[in-house]
């Protein structure tokens, strides 16, 4: 299961689980659709994996399976090329 984190990797702005400008990689690394596009160019700075839109957990199985409150947050790792 997703773990739905709270933030962005890079700029550790909210991205709540609703949010549509969540990206993720395989390894469920998550950042913003803004990072993605302007400092990372699709790719994980992780892993070198794909970004991909992060999908929207249906809000009854939210309340079963809430998000993550963990807050990762690398900003050294997320300098621009």
């Not at 773990?3 to 550790?12: A, D, M």
């Not at 709540?16 to 659709?33: D, H, K, V, W």
């Not at 929207?56 to 690398?74: C, D, M, N, Y």
Request: aromatic share 4%; charged share 25%; net charge positive.
């Amino acid at each position: 299961m997703l773990e739905l984190r709270p933030n962005c990797e890079c700029c550790n702005c909210e991205l709540p689980p609703q949010s549509r400008e969540a990206m993720i990689c395989s390894f469920e690394c998550t950042f913003c659709a803004d990072c993605v596009e302007r400092r990372l160019l699709g790719r994980c700075p992780n892993c070198g994996g794909e970004l991909v839109r992060r999908p929207i957990r249906p809000a009854g199985e939210l309340l079963r399976h809430p998000a993550s409150t963990q807050r990762v947050f690398k900003p050294l790792g997320c300098a621009s090329s």
